[in-house]
T-cell receptor
Framework: GQQVMQIPQYQHVQEGEDFTTYCNSS?????IQWYKQRPGGHPVFLIQ?????EVKKQKRLTFQFGEAKKNSSLHITATQTTDVGTYFC??????????FGTGTRLQVTL | DAGVTQSPTHLIKTRGQHVTLRCSPI?????VSWYQQVLGQGPQFIFQ???????GRGNFPDRFSARQFPNYSSELNVNALLLGDSALYLC????????????FGSGTRLTVV
């Protein structure tokens, strides 16, 4: 079945440093979505990418979808303590179900 | 507008018992999906319903079942509970069947003892 892996599993940065998480799927995706889950909370939708090579920005967050539509990345510039949480990518393949990645937990300290 | 509402928020059950979890989607959303999230892992897809029909099923045993009602609310049922069923059960609603962002509820924390 479809598998979606993310690296790193965990990253600890100081406030102001940049952060990147990478997402790799075992199969080609129709689209990729990104979610953020705060500790004790539920996943919150951030963005969806559909086109090969697509790049989208949301303030300090930059999302990319690979040319082969099998990988994606999320880059945060100048992290803040409010960025703390686990970031999940989630892909839709040939079926309509959304397969979540393994997640990257981000810790930001002052 | 209310978001996705789930009930109950917390539940403790004994092995072998049955549980029913409930979800009300965002008004106007016709798709409801259920996910199981074990601590420290990503959500795992259980079911998706759209317009009261099952549109997808994850790799879960037949002890897991669900349905969607005419008002688009949904129930997830789990029979013969096992200790390993302890998890956060998340409901997500969407206006479509797949290629849209999902809005998640706060979840039901199920503990099986």
């Amino acid at each position: 079945g479809q598998q979606v892996m993310q690296i790193p599993q965990y990253q600890h940065v100081q406030e102001g440093e940049d952060f990147t998480t990478y997402c790799n799927s075992s199969t080609t995706l129709s689209n990729i979505q990104w979610y953020k889950q705060r500790p004790g909370g539920h996943p919150v939708f951030l963005i969806q990418l559909v086109k090969s090579g697509e790049v989208k920005k949301q303030k300090r967050l930059t999302f990319q979808f690979g040319e082969a539509k099998k990988n994606s990345s999320l880059h945060i510039t100048a992290t803040q303590t409010t960025d703390v949480g686990t970031y999940f990518c989630a892909g839709t393949g040939t079926a309509s179900k959304l397969t979540f990645g393994t997640g990257t937990r981000l810790q930001v300290t002052l | 507008d209310a978001g996705v509402t789930q009930s109950p928020t917390h539940l403790i059950k004994t092995r072998g018992q049955h549980v029913t979890l409930r979800c009300s989607p965002i008004s106007g959303h016709k798709s409801v999906s259920w996910y199981q999230q074990v601590l420290g892992q990503g959500p795992q897809f259980i079911f998706q319903y759209y317009e009261k029909e099952e549109r997808g099923r994850g790799n879960f045993p037949d002890r897991f079942s669900a349905r969607q009602f005419p008002n688009y609310s949904s129930e997830l049922n789990v029979n013969a509970l096992l200790l390993g069923d302890s998890a956060l059960y998340l409901c997500a609603s969407s206006s479509g069947t797949g290629v849209y962002g999902y809005t998640f509820g706060s979840g039901t924390r199920l503990t099986v003892v």
